[in-house]
């Protein structure tokens, strides 16, 4: 059964970092591109960033480029996300998402398992 | 980067009645296309990929439709339980993206 477990979230202030991470089970980790995928409260849903099964190729959304920066390690079957430069409209649900197929490529496959999401509040 | 125009953003039918949800994309996409449903309360599941490939264990009355840059969901016989906020996500090149969403409620 995959099992994808988020952690990491938290009250941060303004300007401040954070990490979150990922504990994904249930199939080949390395084989499958991952993203994380935020949702502010009460609004649709934002795709952050996107790493490859490698690690070797990252992709990030122009809002959050050059402040987040995704990782794994496939050894644990582990994804990040460090959140610098935090801003209050960072704020929001982070989901850890998988790709359906196992892929070299990221962001060209739906995502069949999510995480129940770990929450990022940016607050004074 | 392709963007996801999606409507209605909400309607209200029915129980029994035929719903029907749009997606268009600003350049062509050929059928990498994704449906989502989102609970209230609950994380999305995925419902339609390849525009139109149901996902195992999704009910019947639940299709997907069109190729290119229009897309189109459809729940035959609306019924209490999908009740939910719907999501279009396009995977044809990194970045993906979403459609912004469609509220389906019950009248």
């Known amino acids: 059964e995959v099992q994808l477990l988020e952690s990491g979230g938290g009250l941060v202030q303004p300007g401040g970092s954070l990490r979150l991470s990922c504990a994904a089970s249930?199939?080949?980790?390395?084989?499958?591109?991952m993203s994380w995928v935020r949702q502010a409260p009460g609004k649709g849903l934002e795709w952050v960033s996107g790493i490859s099964g490698s690690g070797g190729s990252t992709y990030y959304a122009d809002s959050v480029r050059g402040r987040f920066t995704i990782s794994r390690d496939n050894s644990k079957n582990t994804l990040s996300l460090q959140m610098s430069s935090l801003r209050a409209d960072d704020t929001a649900v982070y989901y850890c998402a998988k790709e359906s197929r196992a892929s070299l490529f990221v962001g060209q496959n739906p995502f069949d398992f999510w995480g129940h999401g770990t929450m990022v509040t940016v607050s004074s | 980067d392709i963007q996801m125009t999606q409507s209605p953003s909400s309607l209200s039918a029915s129980v029994g009645d035929r719903v029907t949800i749009t997606c268009r994309a600003s350049?062509?996409?050929?059928?990498?296309l994704a449906w989502y449903q989102q609970k209230p309360g609950k994380v999305p599941k995925l419902l339609i990929y390849a525009a139109s490939a149901l996902q195992s264990g999704v009910p019947s009355r639940f299709s997907g439709s069109g190729s290119g840059t229009d897309f189109t969901l459809t729940i035959s016989t609306l019924a209490p339980e999908d009740v939910a906020t719907y999501y279009c996500h396009d995977y044809y090149s990194a970045p993906p993206t979403f459609g912004q969403g469609t509220k389906v409620e019950i009248k």
């Open positions: 350049q062509g996409i050929s059928n990498y």
């Open positions: 249930g199939f080949t980790f390395s084989s499958h591109a």
